[in-house]
């Protein structure tokens, strides 16, 4: 491997400072950018395009694979923060200065609007170059370098696409920035212009990848197709539900029902064209009894390495592993002190349990009861919430996304397992005898909810902390199954087609098929979608996102001025209490999120959202 000289770029008011460790891990991980190099001795060949292709992989992954931090946006993941990586191993963090509570967060992300900008930055580098050398270059070679091309261009526009979802109108830049000059005047382009060329960047990428990736954690046309219909979904969204806080923007039905068959189009392309299937055929596999963790469901696999290379994860970000400095920080961030000394910084919180539904009605449980466990009976009355009996007969995704009160996962130091760890809320680390059997208890110090993670929790040792090799998945086929029925239900009402495949997505949960009134309309039936979403994609960073592109704040949180809504745990104690007395520039502030002022004071020419002026 070509030893690369590391350089600083500093591009101030729209980029971000890129330091990157080397490395000789196979794979696209973090590689050394190549930006100092010049054309006399970089440039020449399609290795030298491809390695400059993986350092644009390598800053961009930093700014998704932590994703599930943004579920705090919403009503079911609590993330207390974030656990703290600095230095060169991720590019610095693009999350760090976040804010992922539930209100209040539009005006943090700082970070990551910097390090957004340092990604297109790195992506317009691999385009610009890449295209001088197609100019050149012989007819064996154009089709691989325009391939190249089409990669960073998905990568791009991913990038805009994450900065539109945030921002509306943003800075577009499509050439390498070296001077802080270039940028220190350019306006906001209105959001239907970056739009239209992130869609061109998403159909050259279409139009050049192969089928399939050509190698692990690349990109193939399903991916360019998924995050090309993805966009257009949030283009009709924003055109059917508005968005009142960018002014630059006037909803059009006519444009929502477009781009819902836009959506639609390219999702069933993706779907029917290119062989795609759900993890383990969607089964939902085995289930082992409460309180022991032998037998997981399938859907528990998805979120572990055994899943890396599985069709239905379309486009995953790799990791290394132990030992490269380029591991995931999985379990860092859902484990607790139990799991090689991890924090616990993103847990679900209690609401979440009374989303998955019984595997015998295939509807709604009765609501679990919140009983302080030293209340006498409260483990064994009838639906409380610190019976582990009220959690029989549960969608599977249950016990493969969270753990209540007797669940087990495996304890790890020192990268050995130290055995069976059972959870049980407020009880830290101390003596527990269960069925005759000793045991230590789980070690957290991030759940106040009554419930952990165990989607994303390896139940195995061997790896520390931040050691894991999961590819972290952007984009997965379940979800384009739900984003197909929402294009199509919201276009034409329920489709025969559209409800089978929320079926296949149930069906991993062991859930019968929706019965007829679920899918009767298109109310329903976006009730019925909604639903599977929060379950099938919890902690994955998407329901912020929902919520705001579907104008959905107000009915989770009530009505500006009102009593806004209380969390509560297991015992039945109020933890956090969201939008209270909340102005409506309260609920505008979490449906737009604030332009860094740092950027407008350097750059007089980036107006500011309405609700931050």
Not at 225 to 253: C, H, I, M, V
Not at 340 to 362: F, K, L
Request: glycine share 8%.
């Amino acid at each position: 491997m070509k030893k690369m000289i590391s350089k600083i770029v500093a591009v101030s008011a729209l980029a971000v400072v890129m330091a990157i460790a080397s490395s000789c891990t196979p794979g696209i991980l973090e590689l050394e950018p190549t930006t100092e190099l010049g054309a006399n001795v970089f440039w020449k060949t399609e290795d030298d395009a491809t390695f400059a292709l993986q350092g644009a992989y390598s800053s961009i992954r930093p700014l998704f694979d932590r994703d599930y931090y943004m579920d705090g946006h919403g009503e079911y993941v609590r993330a207390r923060g974030t656990s703290a990586t600095s230095g060169t191993l991720r590019l610095g963090d693009a999350y760090q200065d976040g804010n992922f509570n539930p209100s209040g967060y539009g005006g943090a992300f700082v970070k990551m609007w910097r390090y957004l900008y340092g990604g297109v930055n790195r992506a317009n580098y691999v385009i610009e170059n890449v295209n001088k050398m197609i100019l050149t270059a012989s007819p064996a070679s154009k089709p691989k370098l325009e391939t190249i091309v089409g990669e960073a261009k998905l990568l791009r526009g991913m990038v805009y696409f994450r900065l539109i979802s945030m921002w509306g109108d943003v800075p577009y830049i499509s050439k390498v920035i070296n001077d802080n000059a270039e940028v220190s005047n350019l306006s906001r382009l209105p959001i239907a212009q970056v739009k239209d060329s992130i869609v061109a960047d998403f159909t050259y990428a279409f139009d050049k990848l192969p089928a399939k990736a050509s190698a692990t954690g690349r990109a193939g046309k399903p991916a360019a197709l998924a995050f090309r219909g993805k966009l257009q979904l949030y283009w009709a969204s924003w055109n059917k539900f508005g968005w009142p806080e960018l002014d630059t923007f006037k909803p059009d039905a006519n444009a929502a029902t477009a781009a819902y068959n836009a959506a639609a189009d390219d999702f069933k392309a993706v779907i029917n064209n290119y062989g795609l299937n759900l993890f383990r055929n969607g089964e939902p596999g085995e289930i082992d009894s409460l309180g022991k963790a032998d037998k997981l469901p399938n859907y528990y696999y998805l979120f572990t390495p055994i899943a890396n290379n599985d069709p239905e994860i379309i486009m995953g970000f790799t990791h290394g592993g132990t030992g490269t400095s380029q591991g995931e920080e999985l379990m860092r961030d859902v484990a607790g002190r139990s799991h090689e000394g991890s924090q616990c910084w993103v847990s679900p919180r209690y609401e979440i349990a009374n989303r998955y539904q019984s595997t015998i009605t295939g509807d709604f449980a009765p609501k679990l009861i919140p009983i302080n466990a030293a209340n006498a009976g409260a483990r064994t009355t009838l639906n409380s919430a610190v019976n582990p009996n009220s959690y029989k007969n549960r969608d599977f995704r249950m016990k493969s996304s969270i753990m209540w009160d007797f669940e087990v996962s495996v304890g790890m130091n020192s990268l050995k397992s130290t055995g069976w760890c059972p959870f049980i809320y407020k009880t830290w680390n101390v003596p527990v005898v269960i069925d005759g059997v000793s045991y230590i208890t789980y070690n957290t110090d991030g759940s106040n909810s009554g419930y952990v993670f165990r989607k994303f929790l390896r139940n195995y040792a061997g790896q520390g902390r931040s050691d894991g090799d999961y590819n972290y998945p952007v984009m997965r086929l379940a979800d384009v199954f739900l984003m197909y029925a929402e294009a199509t239900n919201f276009a034409t009402g329920p489709q025969a087609d559209a409800i089978a495949l929320v079926n296949r997505v149930r069906r991993r949960g062991n859930l019968p098929a929706l019965k007829a009134d679920k899918t009767a309309n298109a109310a329903a039936f976006f009730a019925a979608i909604e639903q599977e979403r929060i379950v099938e994609l919890l902690a994955e960073g998407q329901r912020g996102f929902d919520l705001r592109r579907w104008r959905a704040l107000e009915r989770i949180w009530g009505p500006p001025q009102g009593l806004g809504v209380w969390t509560i745990d297991t015992h039945g104690a109020n933890i956090s209490q969201y939008f209270q007395n909340a102005s409506e520039l309260a609920y505008q502030q979490a449906y737009i999120f604030r332009i860094p002022t740092a950027e407008r004071d350097r750059n007089p020419n980036l107006s500011q959202n309405r609700p931050w002026l």
